[in-house]
Nanobody, 128 residues
Framework: QVQLVESGGGLVQAGDSLKLSCAASGRTVNNFAMGWFRQAPGKEREFLAFINWNNADVLSADSVKGRFIISSDNVKNTVYLQMNSLKPEDTAVYFC?????????????????????WGQGTHVTVSS
């Protein structure tokens, strides 16, 4: 079983930056990908970015490309999401997720159904 705990959310003003962290514990040896998603009230969960746990390949959604950067520290079993130039529309609950399924496909890891484990989320509120 893999446990994921997000941290780093908070209240910021438009234009500010935040760095979210997701610490993984438990049986992480079989993880193949770690992803970040977000969900605003009344909206569906949205893919943001994922990182291949083995080779560090990354892919970001077009909606946040150029502003959000995903990275990892394998020694700490932690994945990060650096968020820059935040906008009010970025306000949401941010989740990290882990997938234990290997697929030779970047598209596979952009879908929330591809992930086995989820954190509880961390709130990000961006004011104008």
């Amino acid at each position: 079983q893999v446990q994921l705990v997000e941290s780093g959310g908070g209240l910021v003003q438009a234009g500010d930056s935040l760095k979210l962290s997701c610490a993984a514990s438990g049986r992480t040896v079989n993880n193949f990908a770690m992803g970040w998603f977000r969900q605003a009230p009344g909206k569906e969960r949205e893919f943001l970015a994922f990182i291949n746990w083995n080779n560090a390949d990354v892919l970001s959604a077009d909606s946040v490309k150029g502003r959000f950067i995903i990275s990892s520290d394998n020694v700490k079993n932690t994945v990060y999401l650096q968020m820059n130039s935040l906008k009010p529309e970025d306000t949401a609950v941010y989740f990290c997720a882990a997938s234990s399924i290997y697929r030779n496909s970047n598209y596979y890891y952009t879908r929330e159904t591809s992930y086995d484990y989820w954190g509880q989320g961390t709130h990000v509120t961006v004011s104008s």
